[in-house]
């Protein structure tokens, strides 16, 4: 009993020990509790919670909850999620903890718009690129398309048109993909347009811009989408009080380029050596040349600059203001613009007004309905000669120009009518004044657009979203040519007046889009899979007429009733239809691993029954490896991720109803002795075509270094263009019948893009650099059973780009006797001479035919770029944006001779004559040898030109009021900035503009500009 008691005592304190060092453990242990959500106090799912110094953790549920037993109660946790910022928080006893996660500012942070829904673009699997909207908001430009020039790799954007109302640039996404149209589609709030509906927009209310440039992005879009997507969001009202914002802006716009015309003095001369030098006699006499010089006698020997006198100094101003607001409920964005802009070609332009409201409300937890309604009148001013005269012939403005004025004659007299003729007996000109200050042209332009649309939200992850958009364009145009004499110096009638005409014309155009889209998104721990299943159904109509008279009683009376002579009327009408079926599938495991899946089967009236629901579908996957535990906390490597892609695209801008025979109207013949009006077939029909098809892959890497510091995007694709409608010739046999277009070229695009970005502060001083660039290569792959298609001086052959320069390859002027004696037979019956243009003999002949063409320039950049710096110190900030191209030909035409109305450039001064051995350019007197252009329709390389340029695009300058200053007028922000656009161009050409259209080589079209600005931004 004694041994019993000795050992129960030290079994019942071992035992007591053992059992208080669980309790004390099992007291250090603690159940904690909590939610993550976002900015938005929306719940996280997928968030890490890690006990940190252990492998301790777990994440949120779909509804951001999260349970986790931690080692003690003094514990510390972290807590992770993609691209937010990281949290570090000691528990100290708590229970439940409430945590609201920051976004990381980071690049790969931003929301992107992509195709029916937005992404982060860290989770983004496609080739998307985006532009930050601030930083060309308050730009001096009329239209917003042209402000995303060089800001995006992959996306040339060329402004060949700058004419105030019709200045729509061209925009080439990946490169031209395929011999007919090559425009994207533009998508603005979900509603299909074109790009022109772009440039309609005002910058201030465009939200985000994104572009879709891979098939993975883009095949949500089918048909459409060959050529690109540009997804284009408008801003919309925010939980808050209501905010005021207005933007003041007054700009100047000159021309570009001025090019260095001959004086009359230089002219007159020049004119005289011309006819000398081709054996004839000179036309100004020694005392008109000083008559000239002197200005003693300006109505018959003046001295015009002729481009001065048709450009000028534009002023262009635009207004905007805009009221947002709203509650948990309700909210609203209505906005208005006015902008009036003159153009720098006289007595043209546009104004332009527009009012926007975008509403939203919320109905109840599970039911939304918003609507989008902007209303726009826009009038355009411009001559019957068309302003933008690079398709107008002889009758454009800048042709008028350039072809048929000489500097000796007065733009007007001193008694104010118009000069047509100076002291001389040459041939009178055409006075581009008069066509500017005396025709009429008006066109007024009227848009309505509207969209409604309501969601229900069902079964917890499901919603439903339907909507019906409707555009509505009109547009009405009077043309009148007045009746006018035409003038000598003499006050003489040297052309007697003809009929005035009147013709009004009217267009209409109306689009329907009804969506309808059901979605699903899921996440089961790790798991977040989302699902769009959507029907579409378009319809395009066309309506236009006009009516026509001439010999009105009076040039003051535009009536189309008031005449009834040689009265004219035309008509048409036109209608497309569009179905479609959508789906799409995102998978993200853990926010490392995403795949994709897009499909669209489309049907289209433009195509046969048997052809019209062909099937796009893509994949695409991206791995973000920064995720991974040997890469994951990082010091260096904030995200790393590797993403890839593949689809097919399609492409229904192939015209319409090209299967169907057409017959023609207005193709008369004689019946019994009469003309009869009467029907015919002019061109045959294919019903076998079916769609182009684009097949594209895509490699890319998304990657950011440093914290958000340095962020990185690069892109390889390869995108090739099949079944491309063209048409090949066919036998006369048929009756000169035109051929019907096949489904029989290809083309192949591949390249390589670049996106670097790097942000720092340094104090007060915040910085940003970015530079973008892409390197495309484009080629033929196939043109059925042809070999080649020569088109004046361009020409398609497999395996050179689209529309390559094809002509004679010029190896200089001859000099010497020994170079003449050397050279091949020339062009036409003169004999070659000392001076003339030596071109080389491929063939071997010794004599220069047209065998002797190839292939001697490239239409397309090799290489596009841009280049971006940004800094702000306290209230100041500096933002300079430059642009350019490489590797890219133009041929730039001046005549080699000169003609009675012709201007000419300075540089003929510098031609080769017996007294200038050494000039630059040929002698005047063989035109048929040194204007290859005129006489032969081909090129040749004497012209050519590399037109690599880089270009200021922007400079701006702002001050911001510190808040304190202005918190007694009740204002959150006032900037106010001064910029300037296109301020200065490196380039090696001279006279003419290098961004330009490759078909524009005598600066035809209307001019760009340069801008000077001043503005004020405003918010309250």
Same mark, same amino acid.
């Given at each position: 009993?004694?041994?019993? @008691? ?28 909590? +939610? ?46 993609? #691209? ?12 439940? %903890? ?110 985000? %811009? ?276 035409? @003038? ?98 995102? @998978? ?120 958000? +510091? ?56 915040? @910085? ?93 950049? +090799?290489? #596009? ?32 001779? %000169? ?74 922000? %006032? ?46």
């Amino acid at each position: 009993m004694k041994y019993y @008691y000795l050992l129960k005592g030290p079994l019942v304190w071992i035992l007591f020990l053992f059992l208080a060092s669980l309790t004390t453990h099992a007291q250090t242990r603690k159940i904690l509790k909590g +939610k993550v959500s976002d900015e938005a106090n929306q719940p996280v799912p997928g968030a890490s919670i890690l006990e940190t110094g252990t492998s301790n953790g777990t994440t949120t549920n779909e509804n951001g909850e999260f349970t986790l037993i931690l080692s003690s109660s003094e514990a510390i946790i972290k807590i992770t999620f993609l #691209s937010y910022e990281s949290q570090t928080l000691s528990i100290k006893n708590q229970d439940f %903890i409430n945590i609201s996660l920051k976004p990381d500012a980071t690049q790969l942070n931003q929301v992107i718009v992509v195709g029916y829904g937005s992404q982060k673009k860290a989770n983004l699997t496609g080739a998307v690129a985006s532009v930050n909207m601030d930083d060309i908001q308050g730009l001096p430009i009329a239209n917003a398309a042209t402000a995303l020039q060089g800001r995006l790799p992959g996306v040339t954007i060329s402004s060949f048109n700058n004419q105030p109302g019709k200045n729509d640039p061209q925009i080439r996404i990946r490169g031209v993909g395929t011999l007919n149209n090559n425009n994207p589609l533009v998508v603005i709030d979900g509603v299909p347009t074109d790009v022109a509906s772009l440039g309609d927009l005002s910058p201030d209310d465009i939200q985000s %811009i994104s572009v879709l440039k891979d098939a993975a992005s883009a095949s949500i879009y089918g048909v459409r989408a060959a050529n690109g997507v540009i997804l284009v969001t408008t801003k919309r009202g925010e939980n808050g009080k209501p905010k005021v914002q207005i933007r003041e802006t007054v700009s100047w716009q000159k021309p570009l380029i001025k090019p260095d015309y001959m004086d009359a003095f230089t002219w007159a001369n020049t004119y005289n050596d011309f006819l000398t030098e081709t054996g004839a006699a000179p036309e100004f006499t020694p005392e008109m040349i000083q008559k000239i010089k002197d200005q003693t006698d300006p109505d018959r020997f003046a001295n015009t600059d002729w481009f001065d006198e048709i450009y000028q100094t534009a002023p262009m101003q635009n207004h905007y203001i805009s009221l947002s607001g709203g509650s948990d409920f309700s909210k609203y964005l209505i906005s208005t613009e006015y902008q009036k802009q003159e153009g720098a070609l006289v007595n043209t332009g546009a104004d332009r007004i527009q009012l926007r409201a975008n509403l939203d409300h919320q109905v109840s937890k599970a039911i939304s309905f918003g609507l989008n309604l902007r209303g726009l009148k826009q009038k355009i001013k411009e001559p019957i000669a068309a302003a933008d005269g690079n398709d107008a012939g002889d009758n454009g403005i800048n042709r008028v120009l350039s072809a048929f004025t000489r500097p000796t004659v007065p733009a007007r007299y001193s008694f104010r009518e118009y000069g047509y003729t100076d002291g001389t007996s040459l041939f009178q000109i055409k006075n581009p004044l008069r066509f500017l200050y005396e025709q009429q042209f008006d066109t007024d332009e009227y848009r309505l657009d509207g969209k409604a649309f309501v969601e229900a939200k069902f079964l917890k992850d499901f919603s439903f979203t339907s909507s019906l958009a409707v555009i509505y364009l009109n547009s009405k145009s009077v043309r009148f040519n007045p009746s006018l004499d035409s @003038y000598g110096p003499d006050r003489n009638i040297i052309v007697a007046r003809t009929p005035n005409s009147l013709t009004n014309a009217n267009e209409t155009f109306t689009n329907y889009v009804n969506e309808n889209l059901l979605r699903y998104n899921k996440r089961i721990g790790k798991h977040d899979v989302k699902v769009l299943i959507g029907h579409t159904v378009q319809y395009d109509k066309t309506e236009n007429f006009s009516a026509s008279v001439v010999n009105l009683p009076s040039n003051d009376i535009r009536v189309i009733g008031a005449s009834t002579e040689q009265p004219t009327n035309t008509g048409s009408t036109n209608a497309v239809a569009l179905q479609s079926f959508l789906g799409r599938v995102n @998978y993200n495991y853990d926010n490392k691993y995403f795949v994709e899946l897009n499909a669209r089967i489309d049907g289209s009236s433009r195509l046969p029954q048997s052809q019209q629901y062909p099937l796009f579908p893509s994949i695409s996957a991206g791995w973000v490896v920064s995720e991974e535990s040997f890469l994951k906390d990082n010091k260096y490597i904030s995200l790393l991720k590797i993403r890839a892609s593949y689809g097919t695209l399609g492409n229904q801008q192939i015209g319409n109803y090209a299967f169907v025979q057409n017959y023609n109207l207005n193709q008369n013949y004689v019946f019994n002795g009469t003309l009869s009006p009467g029907v015919a077939v002019t061109s045959l029909a294919n019903a076998a075509i079916k769609w182009e098809t684009t097949t594209m892959s895509n490699m890319g890497i998304d990657a950011e270094f440093f914290r958000g +510091k340095l962020a990185l995007t690069a892109d390889y694709f390869n995108k090739d263009a099949t079944n491309i409608l063209f048409t090949t010739p066919i036998p006369n046999t048929l009756g000169g019948l035109g051929a019907p277009p096949q489904n029989s070229a290809a083309v192949n695009n591949r390249g390589i893009e670049l996106n670097l970005i790097h942000n720092h502060s340094i104090g007060d001083f915040k @910085y940003q650099v970015g530079i973008n660039g892409s390197i495309i290569k484009n080629k033929v792959v196939s043109l059925a059973s042809q070999d080649r298609v020569i088109n004046g001086n361009t020409i398609l052959v497999p395996g050179s780009p689209i529309d390559s320069y094809y002509g004679y390859i010029a190896e200089g002027i001859i000099r010497t006797a020994e170079e003449l004696a050397a050279a091949p037979a020339g062009f036409g019956s003169i004999p070659l001479r000392i001076g003339d243009i030596r071109y080389r003999d491929l063939n071997g002949d010794n004599r220069i035919t047209i065998d002797d063409r190839t292939i001697i320039g490239n239409p397309f950049p +090799k290489l #596009s770029y841009g280049f971006n710096l940004g800094g702000s110190y306290k209230g100041f900030d500096l933002n300079i944006f430059l642009q350019g191209i490489e590797g890219v030909n133009r041929r730039y035409t001046d005549l080699s001779s %000169i003609g009675v109305r012709q201007q000419k450039l300075n540089v003929w001064t510098d031609r080769f004559t017996l007294s200038n051995t050494d000039g630059v350019l040929p002698r005047f007197g063989n035109n048929a040898n040194n204007d290859l252009y005129s006489t032969y329709g081909a090129s040749d390389s004497y012209g050519f030109r590399d037109a690599s340029y880089l270009r200021l695009k922007n400079i701006e300058l702002g001050y911001t009021i510190p808040k304190h200053i202005i918190a007694k007028l009740k204002m959150s922000r %006032i900037r106010i900035y001064a910029s300037a656009v296109n301020p200065y161009t490196w380039t090696n050409i001279k006279n003419f503009d290098v961004e330009k259209d490759a078909t524009d080589d005598r600066n035809l079209g209307y001019l760009n500009t340069k801008n000077i600005a001043l503005g004020l931004s405003a918010t309250f």
